[in-house]
């Protein structure tokens, strides 16, 4: 009995110890359950308080834009050391594939020699298709892969000649465009969200049926059943749980809500309110409103581009800046546009970067905070390679000159705070008069027009007055020139405004190159140059092409059209005047490509592009950058094809 006796208190002993164990390890996840980041999470579902209304509480999403505001090119990575070496500037493509490598054979690009950049919305609007061949294309270029269709030869078949050292690719460098950044935003939020792991209760707990309001009349007062299913366990489980529901409902009836994605999605994230479906929904970002009511648009060609990339073209979108600055030459690559001065603010306000000159001092390792700005501004990477040169005298050597631009063209970017909002950098057309942007053509004073405004008052660092009236007369002289050799659509209304200022300001100009006005067409004004050209639309891709100036036996190799190719092409254009933001076009798909473009073009089943017939291309030389550059620019263009004519040759 003794013997029975002790093995029971033993026994109850180990029990009372394990208990406490227990309940400790509990008490001690449940303290420190807020603190955990953990992949996997376990959910409650309280059934008996069925809840139909949204929750006012938005879930804590990560950072999933992945900004980069500014990339500054060395003058070796410009790409216009050498007189033959040229950089090519192609605007929006949008995913139009075969008309980019028409335009890049209309140049006879040579990646050995040319440095090519992009003007950003290098995607989506036309074909998924394309828009993946494009990213195979730019990422294998980034890569430092030329010729990527052409296999290296076995070192026993290589000949003496081929022991020579090969000359290394130029690089390729683009900037972000609204669209590209709807596809980050997208893809980042793929990456955080497929590997997430939720564990539910068991299904014995809950029923798989619940009764819910009819839909989409959320206010009706019948009701239906809905099936929320088996759970799952993981984030790309649910992702393709609801992509295949939402291709069978568009597949059974077309004319349905599914054919608009995000009314569809809009439903069944009303329906999985009080399921286990609801915790994997309140994990999917929804449109917002003003300035983000075109983000997280469930089931666009955003959102299937972002899916179906391969992961070294989500790394080489995710390293595309906001903007590209070249000091060497003096300008600037954006997608939207910058603005040259605060616009709340007097042209000569001390805090405008072009109303004082630079000095050291101007350069910061952070920008300095604005509080009567409303929006999030991004934080600039520290500036590398500048200053190198001040010597500190008064007399001031044209190297000090050239590193005091670069100075002050970098507070262009800091000082002015709109320069530092993501969404003006990306979506920016027009000023209104308060001082706000806007992305609406029709409305406010175009951004590009403020800009040159500006550069034309820049006297140089003395303030040279007699200086300033020469420019400006120079200026309208090329304006005018400009007019007579270029029968684009060159930008009008250069007449002064009434209430511009034109006294001098102790400042150097600089020139933007940008995209995203498609309902501009070609822009081109002394400072800026607008190379959307509306090739999504069918009208053309157009390309400013940079170069050393030549002698004069050296001319250009491209031939001018006709004048009866000009006046049909120009009456071509103005069938296509709608707004780009607004207008949305399914194109077919663009099928594989000829040459060193077919390793790209990921399309099965489609037909082989002729290249017998050559596209349309013209060429036009405009002025660019500083009076006495010796820069030689062009524009080149090709046609683009219309809706209809995408799926053949």
Known sequence: MQGTAASYHHSRTTYTVLSLFVVAVLVLGFINEPLLVSRVQTVSLNIQNLNLKRKKDKFPFPDFNRYRHTRTLSPEESGLRNPGDRAIIVGDTHGMNRSLHNLLATLSYDPRKDTLFLAGDL?????????????????????????????????????????????????????????????????????????????????????????????????????????????????????????????????????????????????????????????????????????????????????????????????????????????????????????????????????????????????????????????????????????????????????????????????????????????????????????????RSDKGKPWAKIWNGQMKRCAGFKQDIAHTESSVEDDEQEDELDRSITRFRVAEGREKDKDDDESPLPCYPSTVVYGHAASRDLDVRRWTVGLDTGCLYGRRLTSLVLQRRRSKSQGPTQTSPTDEEEDEDEDEEDESSEEEEDELDEYASDGPFGAVNSRFARVAGGSVVSRTRKPKSWTRPIRFGDKHSDLEAKLVSVKCPKAGDLAGP
């Open 123 to 439: 995607l989506a609007k036309s074909s998924e298709a394309g828009s993946l061949a494009i990213l195979d294309f730019l990422s294998q270029r980034q890569q430092g892969v030329c010729f990527p269709d052409i296999e290296p030869k076995r070192p026993e078949k290589a000949s003496a000649s081929d022991a020579r050292p090969q000359s290394k690719c130029k690089g390729v460098y683009a900037v972000r465009g609204n669209h590209d950044q709807m596809i980050v935003q997208w893809r980042a939020w793929r990456d955080w969200f497929e590997p997430l792991q939720l564990t539910f209760p068991s299904a014995n707990l809950y029923p798989r049926r619940f009764s819910v309001p009819s839909f989409p009349s959320v206010t009706s007062t019948e009701s239906a059943t809905f099936d929320a299913g088996p759970p799952v366990g993981t984030g790309s489980q649910f992702l393709a749980l609801i992509e295949s529901e939402w291709l069978r409902d568009r597949t059974n009836d077309p004319s349905g809500s599914a054919s608009d994605p995000q009314e569809w999605a809009d439903t069944a994230r009303k329906r999985a309110v009080g399921t286990w479906r609801a915790e994997w929904w309140k994990r999917i970002p929804q449109p917002g409103r003003g300035r983000a009511k075109k983000d997280w648009i469930m089931f666009g060609d955003h959102y299937w581009i972002a899916r179906d990339m391969k992961p070294e073209h989500a790394r080489f979108l995710y390293s595309l800046p906001l903007v590209i600055h070249v000091p060497s030459e003096h300008f600037f690559l954006v997608h939207g546009g910058l603005l040259p001065l605060d616009p709340r603010r007097p042209a000569d306000d001390e805090r405008q970067p072009l109303a004082h000159p630079p000095s050291p001092d101007d350069i910061r390792d952070g920008p300095a905070h604005d509080d009567d700005y409303e929006y999030a501004l991004l934080k600039l990477d520290p500036p590398q390679g500048i200053l190198q040169h001040l010597s500190g005298s008064r007399n001031t050597t044209d190297e000090e000159i050239e590193e005091l631009r670069a100075v002050q063209e970098r507070s262009i970017l800091e000082d002015v705070p709109h320069n530092r909002d993501p969404w003006v950098v990306l979506n920016m057309r027009g000023v209104r008069k308060s001082g706000k942007v806007t992305r």
